[in-house]
Every structure is written in C-alpha cells, then in structure tokens.
C-alpha cells in the first residue's frame, strides 16, 4: 500500500466544516482512498473512499484532486462528536487486503 | 453490516502469564485481522486469521508469542503469550465481508495492562 501523509493536529469550530487533508503521492493507478476514523475508546470506523471523482455519503465529503496525489476529507457541519483521530489509508479496491494505519490527524471540534 | 464483539473488554494481567482475547462476529466473514494499538499509537496488523489454516503474520510478529485460532467464520482468539509490560496495548479484532469489502468492521477492542 502507498503511503499516506497527514498533519498530526487540526481545530474546528462547531458548526464550521473541518477539511482534512491527505497526501499521497505514491498511490498506484488501481488504488483507492479510504477514510477511516477512531473515536476516543473506540475501534476505527469507515467514513467514504473514492478513485478520482469526488465522492459524498451521509458522513462527508471526499475530494481528490485530478492527479490522484492529493484529497480532502470534508465534514460539512462539524458538532463535538466528530472530534477523532482521522486516517487516510490508499489500498486496493474490492479486496479483502490489509488495512495499514498512519499517523493519521487528530481533529478537535471546539464550542 | 457486521456487529463484533470482544472479550475481554479489559484486563490487567501479570508478566510472564498469557492471556487469550475473543473476537465473536454476529454473521459469517471472509477475513477476520487482529491489530495491536500501543498507548498513544496507530494500529499495527498483527495477523490475518485465516479459516481452518494457520494465520498468516505480519513482520515483527510470531506464532509463539501471539498464537491465533479461527475455528469458523463467526469467531476468533488471539493469545498475547508471555507477556511483558511492553505488551500493554489495546488489541482489535477487525472483519470483512464479502458483499463489502471497501468497509472493514472493528470491534470495540480489548485494553490490556501489564504489570
């Protein structure tokens, strides 16, 4: 899997849109971005993943750039219990495989 | 969907004892992971548990020291052997299902302290 690189740390206002950004500049050409995100005592959960068209769910936003070397996880309105570490994961799609965590960010949504 | 659960959810145990961690999932899946969580830190893939075979391990973690079983498709164990202060992690069993392999399920985790 290619690595993924993301700041350690953003803030967020409640009710703002918190855009999360990921670089991975590695990623092959039959590879996908996943969003995953830990609450605190919690174990990991899915948010969205994509190839290279803008995705959207109930969850977020996820806007990847036309080179693939980049994207942005957007939580539209984010409320206090968005407040999570969030991973940026490239893998192949439709498999089975491995996921391998980084470092991932640390989003705090404050008052 | 798939709802997991984790046994125990906590321990605190003493060096040198061996403790063995149970992953139930409420529908039969394909691949069933084991990832170690050390204080502070992301999640490392310890293994792949596979059905009716021996897992399948990842660099820096052996079958002595953290034995695996899957005797179906609806349940794991992991062992942490010998353990040492070092060992003191939070450990989560993760699921993936056929009809949605994109989304991987985690359990809850298990939180385990050595003394």
């Known amino acids: 899997d290619a690595k993924t690189t993301q700041p350690p740390s953003m803030d967020c206002a409640e009710g703002r849109a918190a855009n999360l950004p990921c670089n991975h500049s590695t990623i092959s050409g039959n590879e996908y971005v996943y969003w995953y995100r830990q609450i605190h005592s919690q174990g990991p959960q899915y948010i969205i993943h994509?190839?290279?068209n803008n995705e959207t769910n109930e969850m977020a936003s996820l806007i990847i750039t036309e080179d693939r070397k980049s994207s942005t996880l957007i939580l539209p309105h984010a409320t206090l219990r968005d407040t999570a570490v969030y991973y940026c994961?490239?893998?192949?799609?439709?498999?089975?495989?491995?996921?391998?965590f980084g470092t991932g960010t640390r989003l705090q949504v404050t008052l | 969907s798939a709802v997991i659960s984790q046994k125990p959810s906590r321990d605190i145990c003493q060096r040198g004892t061996s403790l063995t961690i149970q992953c139930q999932v409420d529908?039969?899946?394909?691949?069933m992971f084991w990832y170690r969580q050390q204080p502070g830190q992301s999640l490392t893939l310890i293994a792949t548990?596979?059905?009716?075979?021996?897992?399948?391990?990842e660099s820096g973690f052996v079958i002595d020291k953290f034995p695996i079983s899957r005797p179906n498709l609806t349940f794991s164990t992991l062992t942490v052997s010998n353990m040492s202060p070092e060992d003191s992690s939070i450990y989560l069993c993760?699921?993936?299902?056929?009809?949605?392999?994109?989304?991987?399920?985690f359990g809850p985790g298990t939180r385990l302290t050595v003394l």
């Open positions: 994961i490239v893998r192949v799609a439709g498999t089975a495989s491995k996921l391998t």
């Open positions: 548990a596979n059905q009716g075979s021996e897992a399948t391990y």
């Open positions: 993760s699921v993936a299902i056929a009809s949605s392999y994109n989304e991987q399920f």
């Open positions: 529908s039969q899946v394909t691949m």
């Open positions: 994509g190839l290279k």
